[in-house]
DNA sequence: CATGAATGAGGGTTCATTCAT
DNA sequence: AATGAATGAACCCTCATTCAT
């Protein structure tokens, strides 16, 4: 029973960020999920209320990471961020497809109440970021960046690496179909990459 | 005569980057442009037409400008990336409804041909931004980096920036609709963030 | 369930027979069948399909006929021709409407597959009339004739009364909106006619 | 200019064969044609009109023939009946496409002027065969037969060979798509079937 | 609880025709 | 006399959803 919803979700997640919210019809997903096409209505309402309760269903399961690692004291401001920097490449590679849904679909979305749900998460996870940076900050470890921009900028540089896969294989030679390697190799880049650019960004210089 | 054409453009282009490609009707464009619903299929053949057109459209408006910097000859490669972070801020922000639309259709285009269209205009603009970095390494002013991912972040904040405007809006407390304001307030914080970020970056640590 | 089935199809058959498949709109069979016009794709899948499906419909219906002719040993070869004769007559003018589509849409067809199947079923009668006159030939009862023309003429006979009708209703002073009438005397004048002009062709003259 | 319009007719008939009336387009004989697709409407007014043009058109130039062939007195009946089945599967097979036009779109046409129209024509032919046969029987050469069918064979059989080619090919083994094999073919069969069936049915039996 | 049947609304596209030039 | 531009109507089809069973 609950398999089966969840069962349907992963197949909604897949073909949404693969031929977008309004490009994929309830269908599609019955079809390729292998379930009456009325039980999609059945089960969450309509097509509208299904990709809210993706939401709900992704945004529970990946909701925790952050959190934890915030309270971890033991951390100094850039091991944190050096953790940040890992636990969120992976977190956001490894749920590319929700994450694409999320980033594509949220400046079409019409219904002010999703908006704001989804804008909520962002908001969320912001907010952790901003606590460790602003941490290392008060200790005199960090130096005064714009806040919203360091974030944009790392959040901003796991969407390109998300939405622009096509741009990326093209520059790695990695064919366009083989999502695997293409993960193999962005993740560390990444990790690597994000890591340099915010020790650079954030160090007092001198 | 092309005035009609150009204004249909611009109507779809607002449309799709409000609702996306899929979420707007040719009876919307139509609608809105206030023409005939046949003359969207008179004028460019189809849906899809309208939107190849549509990027041929503002590719060849926005083309030339990074060209232009690069054969600058006069300035440093410090100040080419100062002109450059200006020009493209400029040039996304103010574009932000076709960089919406680029961005966000990218991963759902199902046809291969339109998908190759898009990721070249993407690559040239890489590699026009790869060549003014490469010029500063060769000249030991730069120090070596991660260049897909140095680019990627760069055009990753603007996309942010464009993407998840009520986020930004949110955090800076702008009413999400007021999207004069929103532009005037983030385009001066990109401009210094990523020059800021830039110049931490590349610069050679000792 | 099935019967609604069977409904759409039979005005399918009438509207195609009366206006031709391309003079014949979806919309036109749904209004005159009095079922939604989604209904129609919902249970054919297209125009095209509805197509198929009622040449499927109406040749499984008026396949055995013939067969069974062939199959009875006891009639000689002269009973065999005028129960042909009488048989095909029925067949084609109580169906003349499908005969009609049949006829008039087969040279205007430009799926292969489709032009196929109707070539099929109408090898299929050829060769089923040519057996009977095969026979005859054997026992020297019948004279050796052009075999495709022999049987090209009876059936298009046949396809003239279909498709002229309004030539036949002028000569034979019948209202050409009165198909009755027009049926009640053209069968047994078919009959008549047909026999003594097989006759006269096959016998063996001396 | 006249050639213009012949031109256009031409490539009508050409694509009113091959797809139908209503499967051909305005554009599409425009287009074929390399004329305006304003141009139709201007000369002829409208599609309709383009099909009474049409008709008109080859109506009189193949109109003469059969009259002619009554007038001369020289010829014997039989001598007529020859020289009829000559001329008339000529005249058919060799305006095949015009005949295939007249023949599925009467039952198809809405319009009643335009029916009639067909209608005359078709009777017009009819009455001048009857002359032939009439003849011959007041000459106690001919014996009694079924008149209508007695000439609906022979227009049956002719459009039997036009809109089925594609059983005949099939029969014949002859390619679909091979017109001149076909019709080099078609002609001499159609011909000596002719002559021999009307020989077989007309003779005065003993 | 689950689903096949059914539907009103709207999708993109093409139609024959007209009009201003 | 001739045509590019434009249009209202209609095309076939698919949509998300509902309802009776």
Sequence with gaps: MNDKRVHILDVAEQLFSERGFDGTSVRDIAGQAGVNLAMISYY???????????????????HGILEELNRDDKLSPWDKIERLVDLYVDKIINNYRFHSIMTTHLPT??????REMITDIKVKNFELIKKIITEGQQQKIFRKVDMELTVGCVMGTLTQATLSKSLYCRLMHIDIHDEDTYRKKIIPKLKTHLKSLLKAHLEIRN
Tied chains: 1, 2, 3, 4.
């Design 44 to 62: 969450f309402g309509s097509k509208e209320k299904l990709l809210v309760a993706l939401i709900a269903h992704r945004s529970s399961y990946t």
């Design 109 to 114: 979305i019409q219904s002010d109440d999703i």
